[in-house]
């Protein structure tokens, strides 16, 4: 009983961590962390003001809408489990990706900046049209996301980034496992998640760069 305890508490803090909400933000730390030039060019003071952007946009708003709603009682848990209950906030947030995606376009910055944040659009705005018939993990659709990423990153660096890609990977399987354990998901919802955010990432990077 005790194990078991421990594991369920594992998965809920794995599935804290890990939120959908904070995908955006891991994924562009990846590519700061990952590529120093990204790095050196979010140093400069008027791409400080993007990164804010995006952290707002893409972090601050959608949690603090999930709180809002936690709050009124509109849903029933910060994973927010139920597939009704998902709904206005799926629709809110892909609003805030279109709105992220279109400022990031037009800022002079790399492709592959640009092509993460579009990806994410396209898999919110996927995802969204999904929950109407089925529920689907968005969970699993952003660790396939951060994994596409790390992998067309390498691609297109002709560098494996061994380290990264490494942490990824084992971040998607606890992340999959997580969601399983505490049976949010089926283990086709859950792998239908993944795929859906790794193949839409990696179509758009092989369209774009």
């Not at 139920?82 to 805030?96: Q, V």
Request: net charge positive; hydrophobic share 60%.
């Amino acid at each position: 009983m005790d194990e078991t305890n421990s594991l369920n508490r594992a998965a809920k803090i794995i599935s804290v961590i890990f939120h959908p909400l904070f995908m955006p933000l891991y994924g562009l730390i990846l590519l700061m962390f990952s590529i120093p030039a990204v790095y050196n060019y979010f140093l400069f003071s008027i791409n400080k003001i993007l990164l804010l952007i995006i952290l707002i946009n893409n972090t601050v708003l959608p949690l603090s809408l999930l709180v809002f709603l936690k709050m009124k009682n509109q849903i029933s848990s910060r994973e927010v489990e139920s597939r009704k209950e998902r709904m206005l906030l799926l629709f809110f947030a892909t609003i805030l990706y279109a709105i992220t995606s279109y400022i990031v376009i037009k800022y002079p910055v790399p492709n592959f900046i640009k092509t993460y944040f579009i990806g994410i659009f396209f898999v919110a705005s996927s995802i969204t049209v999904i929950n109407n018939w089925w529920k689907i993990s968005i969970y699993a659709a952003g660790a396939g996301m951060l994994t596409a990423l790390m992998l067309m990153l390498s691609l297109q660096m002709y560098h494996v980034m061994i380290l990264p890609l490494i942490a990824v990977i084992i971040a998607a399987g606890l992340i999959l496992s997580s969601r399983l354990r505490l049976n949010s998901h089926t283990p086709a919802q859950a792998w239908i998640g993944f795929l859906l955010g790794f193949i839409e990432l990696c179509i758009l990077y092989r369209m774009i760069i």
